[in-house]
């Protein structure tokens, strides 16, 4: 299996944030299709995604997002292989960070932004 973890930017000068609940409904159905599990983070203005799955699905859904012209500024922070899924149960995860967006706790910086520091954000996030 594959993954990546990306971030990119939403194209405010034609789509408005409200178009994410869009984004997400229709990505669902995709996924779910493709077997891609994993999880977007929205601060109102920034994706940051960690998607996983067989390679070839993996590949298409990013040549996707590359060429969505709702994405500016796509930038792949890691690819790799992976034996295990890290969210094998959600086709895609949804956390809204515009309300936690200035809590520093709930930060990770560019620099040391990576799957693991990814995941534990996620941790804090998630109930059960």
């Known amino acids: ?9 939403l194209d405010q000068s034609k789509y408005d944030p409200s178009i994410v609940s869009d984004i997400i409904r229709h990505a669902r159905k995709q996924n779910v299709k493709h077997s891609i599990t994993g999880v977007l983070l929205f601060d109102g203005s920034t994706f940051t995604q960690y998607i996983e799955g067989q390679a070839d699905g993996v590949d298409r859904l990013m040549e996707k997002i590359l ?10 922070i890691t690819v790799g292989a992976t034996q295990t899924r890290l969210y094998d149960k959600w086709e895609l995860g ?3 960070l515009t309300s936690q967006a ?14 693991k520091a ?6 804090r996030f998630v109930v059960g």
């Open 1 to 9: 299996m594959k993954f990546v973890l990306y971030t990119s930017a």
């Open 102 to 115: 200035s809590d520093p706790k709930n930060t990770i910086s560019k620099k040391d932004l990576n799957v």
């Open 118 to 123: 990814f995941h534990k954000l996620i941790d």
């Open 67 to 76: 060429l969505d012209e709702r994405h500016n500024r796509v930038f792949i």
């Open 94 to 96: 949804y956390i809204d």
